[in-house]
Structure formats: C-alpha cells, structure tokens
C-alpha cells in the first residue's frame, strides 16, 4: 500500500510528500456529476455503494495518496434530529433552527451505528475497496462548526444568531455544544471502528472568533474530543489513528491551534507555512497550504508556487500538501492533476 500519507502523520521519513485535497471528490469532476445526475445530494451520502464510487473517483483520476470518505458533515446534525435538506440555490437548509432551548432540549446522541450506519457501511466497503491502494480518511465537522449550520438554520454571512446566543444566553450554546461533542465523539468513534484510518475534524468557520473566544467556545470542544479519542484509542488496544485538525482562517490562532493535542494541523493560505509551523511550537506535522483559487494560474505559475509550499514545509517534522480549503466547482480537472504530479516530482528525496 502507498502508506506515505500515514507516515507523513506520524512525522516519520517518506519517499515524497503526500498529497490530498479537501472537497476532492466532487462538482469539479464529471465523473461526479455523471453520478449526482442521477441521485441528489443527500440520497448520494445514503448510498453507500454510489457513496464508495464518487470517494474512489479521485484516487483514480488525480493519484491522490489519501481517500476522504464522501459525506458532508451536517449529517450528524440530521441523525441529532433536525430535518437536513441541501437546495440547488441555497446550499444547506436545517429546521427548525436551534436557537431556543425547546428546540435543543429536542436534539438526542444519536448511536452512530443505528442513525448513520450508512457511513459506517461505505467505510467498510471503502477499506476492501482501497486494499493495497491509499488510506482512507474519516471526518466530522468540529462542533463550533457544526453548531453555526444549526443555529443558523444553513449557511451564514456574519453568524449573527450563533454570536448572539454565544453572548446573550452562554449556558444554552453549552448545552448545544456538549450534545455535538457528545455526538461527534461517538461519530468519529465508529468510523475508526469501521476502518477509516485517519480523522480530519473540520473547523472552517473558527476563524471569526477572537483569539480569546476561539478558545473558549470552540477549541475547549475540539480538546475534549481528542482527549476522548486518544484514551479510547488506548483501551481499545487500537492503532493509533492520526487526528488531523483543519480551522480555516488559521493566522490569528495558531498559538491557540498548538494545545488541541492534533497529530497533524492544517493551515490555510493566509500565512506562509514557515511561519505557521514556528507559531504551532516547530515540531509539529502541518498540511496545506495552497490558495485553492491559484489553481486557475497557468501550470508554471502553479509549479512556482508548488516549490515555495514545499520549501516552507522543510523546517517541520512531517507535511501533507493540501489546499488550504476545499477545491472549487469551476475548477480545471487538468490542473489539480497537475498539481499532484508536481508535488511528486518536485518533492521526490
Ligand atoms: O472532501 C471531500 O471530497 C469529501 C466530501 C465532503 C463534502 N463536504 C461533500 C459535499 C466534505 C469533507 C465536506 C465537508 C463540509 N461540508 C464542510 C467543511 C469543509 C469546508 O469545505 O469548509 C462544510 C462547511 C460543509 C457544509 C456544506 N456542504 C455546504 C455549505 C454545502 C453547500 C455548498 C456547496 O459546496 O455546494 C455542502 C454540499 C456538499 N458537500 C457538496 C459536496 C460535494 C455539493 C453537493 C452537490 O453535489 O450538489
């Protein structure tokens, strides 16, 4: 197996760097499209043979060295008891939206295994599938990031609801935020269970918070998770599985980012790697950072700024090439193909 992504993680020696992009799977590609043509996007997530198809897609077409499992991470958020719809024009609707403590107190823990089996299912067929091929990722959303769809009721601008509450009523966002731990953690649990072989914890919206508030209503969470995982890991005698922590929006809180006990921090492309891997403390393993919208340069331009990546990454233990956030739909296939075969090429020891 091309295991050069799990050695990354663990900051062990590889024979190159190791390259995946999140939202790799996707609009971009027509061999997606072909397959959400026939299926909307949320009976696509519950088919786990279809499911298994659209995550293998990008191993086949980019010679990625990593497989993301293919679901999104507002299922949690439907298995917790809120009705999930995602609309053609609107992106993610979610209601009624949690934002009374009625609404929350409705909200359960759902066991994974029983209200998200479906994910579960395509893990298992996933693993079988990739033998000898990559590893395969798991993810959930953080619960900060997670609690903003469900506060918002769907995608928002300023999160004015979620700061609101945050700031008016702080007991009731916990009592929010302590059920999405609970759930994630138990999430993130089966899928370890079922096979997925590393874990990214998506924060993408960590960002709007002031360093101080960063910490206290969304990393607070994240460390309960990973201390959660880390000790199951161990009393289930379970390998050691890599837990990648991503927050979009980086900059401001990469001394923050450094207590989270993460194995591997990703860094979006506002900073330069360099000086992210020293304010994370030096020794730690990072992944990224390429502005997802540079991928619209011309292939010279993109190979320049594949080398800089690369030449900022030396001064960490271990670096896994990334985007800095997710590829987008108007997106040259050819060119993210181009990307990976320049990772290769241009980091081959
Ligand atoms: O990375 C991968 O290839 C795995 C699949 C994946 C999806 N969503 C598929 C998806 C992953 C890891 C996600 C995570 C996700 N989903 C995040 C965190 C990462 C990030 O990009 O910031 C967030 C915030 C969401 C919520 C979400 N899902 C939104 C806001 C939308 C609508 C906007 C959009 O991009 O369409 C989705 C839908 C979604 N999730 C699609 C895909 C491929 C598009 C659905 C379609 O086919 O129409």
Sequence with gaps: ??????????????PFTPIWIMRQAGRYLDQYQKVRKKVDFLTLCKTPDLTAEVTIQPIDILNVDAAILFSDILIPCEAMGMNLEFRESMGPVLSPAARDKNSIDRLSIPDPEDKMKF??????????????????????????TTATYMIEGGTSRNFLNTKRMIYENPDLYKSLMDKITATITEYLKAQISAGAQAVQIFDTWGGIFSPGDFTEYALSYVIKIIEALKKWMKTENHEHVPIIYFVGETAGLLNEIRTSGADVFGVDWRINLDDAVKRLGGDVVVQGNLDPLSLFLPQDKIEERVKDVLSRASSAPGHIFNLGH????????????ALVEMVHRLSRR
Aim: charged share 25%.
């Design 119 to 144: 994910v579960m299912d395509t893990i298992r067929i996933l693993r079988k599938e990739l033998t000898g091929r990559v590893p395969l990722i798991g993810f959930a959303g953080a619960p900060f």
């Design 326 to 337: 997710g590829v987008v739909p108007q997106t040259p296939p050819d060119n993210v193909i």
């Design 1 to 14: 197996m091309n295991d050069t992504f799990l050695k990354a993680c663990r900051g062990e020696e590889v």
